[in-house]
C-alpha cells in the first residue's frame, strides 16, 4: 500500500498547488441565521462525481450541487473541499468545527449522508481531540462498509445472466464513468479504482497503535482483505496500485 504522503511532500507537490490554485476562503459571517433562510440558486441541482483539478470549477459545480438548498450547507461543502486541498488547513477546519459547535442539529438534520460522512473525515484527520477523531473514524468506517457491499450488490444484480454470483463487467465499466446513487446521496465506489477505502485506512491508521485495541483493529482489517468479504471480493477487482487499501 502506497505510505499517505507527508507534510513536507504535500507542501511540495505541484499538483496540490495547482488544485489550490484560486483558493480563498469564504467570507465569515456572524448571521449565520441569515445563511440558513438564503437558498442557493444555480439551476438545476445535479450531484459532482469526482472532482475538478480547478478549484474555481468544482466549487461552481458544488454550488450547482447544492441549488436549492440554505447557503450555509453550501459553505460548510466549500470548508471541507478547502480542507482537502490543503488551503489554510488548520483555520480551514476551525471554520468547519465552529460551524459545528453553532449549528450541528441543523446540519445533521439537513445534510444527506455522503456530507455528514465527509464532515467526519475531516473530524477523524484533524480534531484536536483524540476521542472525537475516534468516533468520526467509526463513522466512515460505518457507512463505507455499507457502500462497499451495496456496491457489490450492484455488479451482481443481473440474474438474468448464467452466472449472476459473478460480477458484470458492463456494470463495473458503468462505474467508470457515471455516477451510480445508492441511498442518502451515497453513490457506488468506482470498482477497481476508487480511493475512498485507501484513504479510511490512512484515517484509521494512527489508531492502530493505541494498546490494546489499536493492534485488533487493524489484525480485522488486515483479515477482512483475506477472507470472504466485499472487501477481498472488492480487492480482486482492483488495478489501481497508489490506490490499493491492504497492507500485504
Excluded at 137 to 166: C, G, H, M, Q, W
Amino acid at each position: 500500500m502506497r505510505r499517505k504522503p507527508g507534510l513536507l511532500r504535500r507542501l511540495l507537490s505541484l499538483n496540490q498547488h495547482r488544485k489550490r490554485f484560486g483558493a480563498k476562503l469564504p467570507a465569515e459571517e456572524a448571521d449565520l441565521a441569515a445563511m440558513k433562510r438564503r437558498i442557493i440558486e444555480a439551476g438545476a441541482p445535479k450531484q459532482t462525481r469526482g472532482s475538478e483539478k480547478s478549484l474555481p470549477q468544482h466549487l461552481e459545480n458544488l454550488r450547482c450541487e447544492f441549488s436549492g438548498q440554505p447557503e450555509l450547507l453550501y459553505v460548510h461543502a466549500e470548508l471541507i473541499v478547502l480542507i482537502r486541498r490543503g488551503y489554510r488547513t488548520d483555520e480551514s477546519f476551525a471554520r468547519l468545527l465552529r460551524l459545528w459547535e453553532a449549528e450541528g442539529d441543523f446540519l445533521c438534520q439537513r445534510l444527506d449522508l455522503r456530507w455528514l460522512v465527509s464532515a467526519c473525515d475531516s473530524f477523524a484527520e484533524h480534531h484536536p481531540d483524540p476521542a472525537q477523531r475516534a468516533v468520526a473514524a467509526l463513522v466512515s468506517l460505518l457507512t463505507n462498509s455499507v457502500k462497499l457491499y451495496e456496491t457489490e450488490r450492484f455488479i451482481t444484480a443481473d440474474v438474468t445472466r448464467p452466472d449472476p454470483a459473478r460480477p458484470d463487467p458492463a456494470r463495473i465499466d458503468r462505474l467508470q464513468t457515471e455516477l451510480v446513487p445508492l441511498f442518502g446521496g451515497l453513490s457506488c465506489f468506482t470498482v477497481g479504482t476508487d480511493d475512498t477505502l485507501r484513504n479510511l485506512y490512512w484515517r484509521l491508521e494512527p489508531f492502530f497503535a493505541l494498546k490494546p485495541a489499536g493492534p485488533v483493529l487493524k489484525a480485522a482489517w488486515d483479515r477482512m482483505q483475506t477472507e470472504d468479504t466485499a472487501f477481498a471480493r472488492l480487492r480482486a477487482l482492483h488495478r489501481r496500485e497508489r490506490t490499493a487499501w491492504w497492507s500485504d
